[in-house]
């Protein structure tokens, strides 16, 4: 794949994204290496898979108002309005909950209105149907003429711009792992690798929905699944944006060891999932486990949930 120059010039992303293995005697009495890919050092307004994923759907909009879809605190719905600001084409943000129209902006929000992106609430009922022909007519019907973009940034384009990642952990890695919310990094990830490479995806939140997403994701991307790649599931605590006492203090005291700043949201879930396979015998001695962190730790605080992971 051939990134598109304009966005490249003017987005300016750093990549190939660092990779450095750390010291964990947790990964290391079991024979296995664990490396860090600093995908989040990609952009300071486009992280990580964010960029990835939305360098090609940029391209195809050709400058025309892009709309989209998420949560109130969505990553993807900041980087879009990012990218929107800094290309100078218009965006419009769909929302999840008509309630937030009602209440100030949160600072998620906040920051995707100050960069230009018009927000439009939906109720949570309707937001669920948000792909089906009749509430993206109505959308149509009120914006004319603009490029959609489904939530999370995933549809093929957005996997085959998360290719990239994998040909960059070519040769780097036995397994390569992305913490998931709706497949498209990992979709991207896989069909990148090389022979021998596997990818492994953990879900952040429930619902099994995520192994046919990336399926469907592969064959409109590149026409048929890898095969390299499998899910696992067991870490969720509770769901999105949920966490357990013991899910922050893992988070915590691998700040503390690494030094790296844990995104609690996804990246806490994926390394708590990474070690507890490791100290299972999971990975096989000599194995090198790289882990993509794909954001920065400015998400708000999960809220707690005393649900099993």
Request: glycine content about 12%; proline content about 7%; some cysteine.
């Amino acid at each position: 794949m051939n990134r598109p120059p304009r966005l490249d010039a003017l987005l300016k992303p750093d990549v190939p994204s660092l990779l450095h293995e750390v010291q964990d005697e947790r990964f290391a009495r079991r024979g296995v290496r664990l490396l860090l890919k600093r995908d989040d050092l990609i952009h300071p307004d486009l992280p990580g898979n964010k960029w990835r994923k939305l360098v090609l759907n940029l391209e195809a909009a050709a400058g025309r108002t892009v709309l989209t879809f998420g949560g109130a605190y969505s990553n993807h719905l900041r980087a879009t309005a990012a990218a929107g600001r800094l290309l100078g084409f218009p965006t419009i943000g769909v929302v999840r909950g008509d309630e937030l129209a009602r209440r100030p902006l949160n600072p998620s929000l906040a920051r995707c209105a100050a960069d230009g992106m018009r927000l439009h609430f939906l109720d949570r009922t309707t937001y669920r149907a948000k792909a089906s022909p009749e509430v993206l007519e109505g959308l149509l019907s009120l914006y004319g003429d603009v490029e959609v973009i489904p939530e999370g940034g995933s549809n093929a384009l957005a996997a085959q711009g998360c290719t990239a990642l994998g040909r960059e952990l070519g040769g780097e890695s036995d397994v390569a792992a992305v913490a998931c919310g709706t497949g498209g990094t990992l979709a991207g990830l896989a069909g990148g690798l090389a022979p021998g490479q596997r990818a492994l995806g953990v879900p952040v939140l429930r619902g099994g929905f995520l192994g046919p997403a990336v399926e469907r994701l592969q064959h409109e991307a590149f026409g048929a699944p890898s095969g390299n790649w499998s899910l696992e599931e067991r870490f969720t605590f509770g769901g999105y944006a949920r966490s357990t006492p013991e899910l922050e203090a893992f988070a915590t005291d691998f700040e503390d060891r690494h030094g790296l700043p844990v995104e609690r949201v996804y990246v806490a879930k994926l390394l708590f999932a990474l070690t507890a396979l490791a100290e299972e015998g999971a990975f096989e001695p000599g194995a090198r486990v790289a882990a993509v962190i794909t954001g920065t730790p400015d998400a708000p605080p999960p809220q707690e949930s005393s649900a099993s992971r």
